[in-house]
């Protein structure tokens, strides 16, 4: 049975790309594409599966409804895949021991978990504020896969 060590690892190759699921409110499933990593919650300290969200993304509202998120990666014939609760983190998320600078660091910190770089990070936090964007942090309740 594969654990959250062996999902960091699938997920540090190919930038962290993986396939994120969301329940809609009518019980059908909204999946897309993100890039993620493990990164320590800012709140409990616990390691946790993280993406980067743009504000106005719809699984935001799913999460702020209760669902919860599956993120999937697939390499070749090997899978790994987390579920569980989300604890959101962002403009309009921010827990009491988490203010604006903490939120700019964890983005930074969750996007190069996920395998980024960037050249100015001036600029990358500007974007970030400037799209409201949210930490999304996965408590990895389940891990399945066939490492």
Known sequence: MPDLNDVKSFLATETGLATISTTQADGRVLSSIANCGVVSHPVSGADCVALVSVGGAARLGH???GSQMTITARREW???SVTGPVDLIG??????SVDADGLRVLLRDIFTAAGGTHDDWDEYDRAMLHDGRVAMLVDPTRILGNQ
């Not at 403009?91 to 009491?96: T, Y």
């Open 63 to 65: 999460v702020r409804r």
């Open 78 to 80: 090997n899978w790994v």
């Open 91 to 96: 403009p309009d998320d921010l827990p009491e």
